[in-house]
């Protein structure tokens, strides 16, 4: 039997300016438990700014989103204008602020935020053909956006649930080992960093929400 495909959407490398390395690699393990494989990809794009993770100052350079996801990948990624939905059974956002500053303007405009037009194709591209649409920590965010009366969840920041229901999403409060499934939309997130937690937590999120995926594949 073939084995199932996710697609990984990253943001870059790093929690401050890109995807949060705990999160993707994390995600991508799970996926490989679970007896799927999974492909990276990327949008071929600026990043918003780069941000030295010692000092969590901004840093006088520019780098690239799908160039930096790479690293995390181990060069093993595509341009997200390469992904067609056909050939995946699952789509997943790790987290980490790129998500909020390179995919999405969350992290700036709050529930007025714009979404890349890329990561808005693919999302819609999956919620057509009702696969699976997965996101963690702040990623929840960006398909609330995407997609109106969703049901997500972040965690418990309250600033950030503010701007998911002023999208038209809806909320749940969780905390770690819970994901919620939206049954209309085929969406599953759980809240990983959005919460204080440990790396083993966010292996716990991260199985999980995968595990989730797989039970509402189509066959």
Do not use: W
Request: proline share 3%.
């Amino acid at each position: 039997m073939e084995k199932k495909k996710f697609a990984v959407v990253l943001s870059g490398s790093g929690v401050y300016d890109g995807a949060e390395i705990h999160e993707a690699t994390l995600t991508m393990l799970a996926i490989m438990e679970s007896g799927a494989v999974y492909q990276c990809f990327a949008p071929d794009i600026p990043q918003h700014h780069v941000v030295n993770h010692i000092t969590g100052q901004e840093m006088d350079e520019t780098r690239n989103v799908l160039v930096e996801s790479a690293r995390i990948a181990r060069g093993d990624i595509k341009p997200l204008s390469k992904f067609r939905a056909n050939d995946y059974d699952a789509l997943i956002f790790p987290g980490g602020f790129g998500a909020a500053k390179n995919l999405s303007t969350v992290a700036f405009d709050g529930s007025n935020a714009r979404v890349n037009r890329e990561v808005e194709y693919v999302i819609r591209q999956m919620l057509e053909r009702q696969k699976p649409i997965g996101a963690l920590c702040i990623a929840p965010a960006i398909v609330a956006r995407v997609i109106q009366g969703v049901e997500v969840t972040i965690g418990n920041d309250t600033s950030t649930i503010d701007a998911i229901k002023k999208m038209g999403g809806k909320h749940v409060v969780t905390s770690h080992g819970q994901v919620v499934h939206d049954e209309t939309y085929n969406v599953f997130t759980t809240p990983c960093y959005m919460l204080d937690a440990t790396i083993l937590d966010i292996r716990k999120d991260a199985s999980l929400v995968v595990n989730e995926m797989m039970k509402k594949m189509v066959s």
